[in-house]
């Protein structure tokens, strides 16, 4: 009798104990996995509490499926024989999902991800597609780096703080929800017919295209920071709903289009206000140049390449310098009445001519100009000084001019 009121209660102290132990093999604050065998003893676990590392020994197929959540971290690095990464349960990661150096994974299978707080692939020469079905709407930061993939399927963010993609030469296209970008966006020496679309873009802190072959973004009205496209392959340039440039109270941010070979159109329609400098610089095909809204530019206008006379019908506030250098006969007279320093709408050096060599306000070359850059030092001190171009516009020069060097 009392063997059998005894059973039961070691039945219920053994599963008290196995889930004991289950839990706390599920919370340990890291889980190093160097096969799936060592898996099995976590696939029971709802969640796991700290991070997992996927250890460089880790070969063939990594199944992660069974816990739903991932706390911490999921990382691997130089598994040089991990063939796929894969879990159909995986809904969140609460710390970065690292994948680094991983030469030959070609399978990466997140079937219900939509969560991470940040992503960082780097080295994934073998990876040339995603099989994610969440899709990953959610991520502060993401960083996609020197991979085979010819698309990001499956990644549709709505916000992000930071998102980097570079180096993808297989990439082809890149199309995404997202409706705001509080840090900054890079996309830069990606496929030379990569087409970036960002339908639903409204807000962004900074912008940096360079080597896409298409930039699709209807919706976008605000850039707090820079706007710059260089080197890239498009023949247009069309932010029909762009009000705003930067702050120009404060100076910062600027539209830079520069060395963008194929360009022969830009669309601006409504751009106001553009708080650092306003380049556009060597770009061959393009021969003609307005901004129809523009009023206020707290840095400097500096155009220089072959084009008509610019329109500049709304101009009020020009606080830097001002630089129109065209291969093409342009009439300066308007853009002369303007200037004349303090009180004027053109306050800093004025310069407006017709002239076989091309320049920029620091120095450098446009166009098909054959002169000789100044050096970063020099330039970003004449700029500063003789043409009245905020820190922050003049180091966009700099910037721009060693872009053209390289």
């Known amino acids: 009798m009392l063997a059998q009121m005894l059973l039961p209660a070691f039945a219920v102290l053994s599963v008290a104990a196995a889930q004991t132990a289950t839990n706390s093999a599920c919370s340990q604050p890291t889980i190093t996995i ?18 997992l590392v996927i250890s460089s020994s880790a070969s063939g197929i990594i199944d992660l499926s069974g816990p739903g959540q991932i706390k911490g971290n999921l990382t691997c690095g130089n598994a040089g024989k991990l063939l796929t990464l894969q879990s159909s349960s995986l809904t969140s990661i609460g710390g970065d999902f690292n994948l680094n150096n991983l030469t030959t ?11 991470v707080n940040s992503m960082t692939w780097v080295a994934l020469p073998a990876l040339s597609a995603l099989e994610f079905g969440g899709p990953v709407s959610k991520a502060d930061s993401v960083t996609i780096s020197n991979t085979y993939l010819a698309a990001l399927d499956g990644i549709n963010l709505k916000s992000v703080g930071t998102l980097q ?19 900054h966006l890079d996309i830069n020496a990606n496929g030379n017919q990569l087409a970036v679309t960002f339908p639903n873009l409204i807000w962004a802190a900074n912008m940096t295209f360079r080597n896409t072959s298409s930039v699709s ?62 380049q556009i610089a060597n770009n061959t095909d393009l021969d003609s140049i307005a901004f129809p809204a523009l009023k206020t530019v707290a840095g400097a206008i500096d155009f ?6 610019p329109q500049l019908p709304a ?12 291969q093409q006969s342009v009439d300066c007279s308007g853009f002369k009445s303007q200037s004349g320093g303090k009180g004027s709408v053109i306050q800093g050096t004025f310069i407006c001519k017709t002239t076989e060599k091309t320049g920029t306000l620091d120095g450098s070359p446009s166009s098909s100009g054959t002169g000789s850059a100044a050096s970063p030092s020099t330039s970003k001190k004449a700029a500063a000084t003789s043409f009245g171009i905020s820190a922050a516009a003049a180091g966009l020069s700099v910037v721009c001019m060693l872009h053209m060097l390289l």
């Open 34 to 51: 160097n096969s799936q065998t060592d898996f099995a003893q976590y696939s029971d676990c709802p969640s796991i509490g700290g991070s």
């Open 165 to 183: 993609i570079d180096n993808n030469n297989n990439l082809r296209k890149f199309d995404t929800q997202i409706s705001n970008i509080t840090d």
């Open 304 to 309: 220089s390449g072959n084009f008509s006379t």
């Open 315 to 326: 101009l009020t506030n020009v606080k830097g310098g001002f630089n129109i250098q065209s």
């Open 217 to 278: 973004m209807p919706s976008l009205a605000t850039v707090n920071g820079t706007l710059g496209f260089y080197g890239n392959y498009m023949e247009s340039i069309i932010a029909p709903n762009l009000t705003s440039v930067g702050n120009f109270a404060t100076g910062v941010g600027s539209l830079a289009l520069v060395a963008n070979g194929k360009l022969s159109n830009i669309s601006f329609p409504a751009l106001i206000s553009v708080g650092g400098a306003n």
């Open 105 to 115: 994974l070609s399978g990466l299978k997140m079937g219900v991800l939509t969560t």
